[in-house]
């Protein structure tokens, strides 16, 4: 009550609130989370144990390296969505449902603009990463980098789906889900790891949240908020992938001349990569009224910390 007390001031704490109804909810609300966070803290881990039990501690090794740097994807681009949650519930409390629909509509628009471009950047310039940084003896880790990659496109941008449902009361179908999720990741990766090698690890993460979130709960989501499906394919992706076909051909491009020989070179060319990658998604996948609507945004943040005093 306090915590929401100072996050929202305009609000009034009723004695009602602490009524044993309202206690039952929330406490049925914490052991969902509880359960979605176990979820997550299980599937992180759970590769690695099948791995080691199939393969040996030095295949574990190699496979980290590849996790490692898709754990750094997914937390370098997803910082900027976890302070969507406390605002979907504001708006969902408030039965706002046009600030659920933007939240949903330019979270996952920004998101997926962010993760994508790492993602290209992880895919064309991963071998040459895992070489440079790790040195021989580390290509294993190489095609389960790719597969993480992709998956962490999804993982990303799926945050603002996520505190959609969260946030509109479908906790126990995210719960179900994450659940889902890592029984699906242990069968396919048992399956695939005897003939497959580490990709059938990397196979059995990606292949079950990607399926769970695009046909399941990123649909749901769009219905709980009233956006269409091909509405919200057509404003959060397509701009998207509107930026990543040039980036796409500029790195294969580079790629062309040779192998970087130092981390300095390949971060040069990805930084090259990355331009162009921005300027497609500005150009060619927001339209004016984007652009303006970004750019005035962009102006009032930066009058804010000019005008905040030290």
Same mark, same amino acid.
């Given at each position: 009550?306090?915590?929401?007390?100072?996050?929202?001031?305009?609000?009034?704490?009723? *004695?009602?609130?602490?009524?044993?109804?309202?206690?039952?909810?929330?406490?049925a609300f914490s052991f969902y989370l509880f359960l979605i966070s176990v979820a997550i803290q299980v599937g992180t881990h759970v590769d690695n144990l099948i791995i080691g039990a199939y393969m040996g501690t030095s295949a574990v090794a190699v496979y980290i390296v590849a996790m490692r740097l898709s754990e750094y994807h997914r937390q370098l681009c997803g910082q900027f969505t976890g302070f969507l949650f406390p605002m979907v519930v504001r708006f969902h409390a408030s039965r706002d449902g046009d600030a659920l629909r933007s939240t949903l509509l330019e979270g996952t628009r920004l998101g997926l603009w962010l993760a994508s471009?790492?993602?290209?950047? $992880?895919?064309?310039?991963?071998?040459?990463?895992?070489?440079?940084?790790?040195? *021989?003896?580390?290509?294993? @880790?190489?095609?389960?980098?790719?597969?993480?990659?992709?998956?962490?496109?999804v993982m990303v941008a799926q945050g603002p789906t996520g505190s959609i449902? $969260?946030?509109?009361?479908?906790?126990? $179908?995210?719960?179900?889900?994450?659940?889902?999720?890592?029984?699906?990741?242990?069968?396919?990766?048992?399956? $695939?790891?005897?003939?497959?090698g580490l990709p059938g690890a990397a196979i059995g993460t990606a292949v079950p949240f990607v399926l769970i979130n695009v046909f399941l709960l990123i649909p749901i989501a769009c219905r709980s908020v009233g956006v *269409?499906?091909?509405r919200f394919f057509r404003i959060a992706v397509a701009p998207t992938i509107a930026g990543l076909v040039p980036a796409a051909a500029a790195g294969l491009a580079l790629r062309s001349?040779?192998?970087?020989?130092?981390?300095?070179?390949l971060f040069t060319q990805a930084a090259i990569v990355g331009v162009i990658y921005?300027?497609?998604?500005?150009?060619?996948?927001?339209?004016?009224?984007?652009?303006?609507?970004?750019? @005035?945004?962009?102006?009032?943040?930066?009058?804010?910390?000019?005008?905040e005093p030290a």
């Open positions: 009550a306090y915590a929401a007390r100072r996050t929202f001031p305009e609000m009034r704490i009723s *004695p009602s609130l602490f009524s044993s109804g309202h206690v039952r909810e929330v406490t471009g790492v993602a290209l950047g $992880l895919v064309v310039f991963g071998r040459d990463l895992v070489h440079l940084w790790m040195g *021989p003896g580390f290509e294993g @880790a190489v095609m389960p980098l790719y597969i993480l990659a992709g998956a962490g496109i449902l $969260l946030g509109t009361g479908h906790h126990r $179908l995210v719960a179900g889900a994450s659940m889902a999720e890592i029984a699906m990741n242990v069968v396919i990766t048992v399956a $695939l790891i005897g003939t497959v *269409p499906v091909r001349l040779g192998a970087p020989t130092t981390l300095a070179i921005l300027a497609g998604f500005w150009v060619i996948g927001l339209s004016r009224q984007d652009r303006l609507q970004y750019l @005035a945004s962009a102006r009032g943040l930066i009058s804010g910390a000019v005008a």
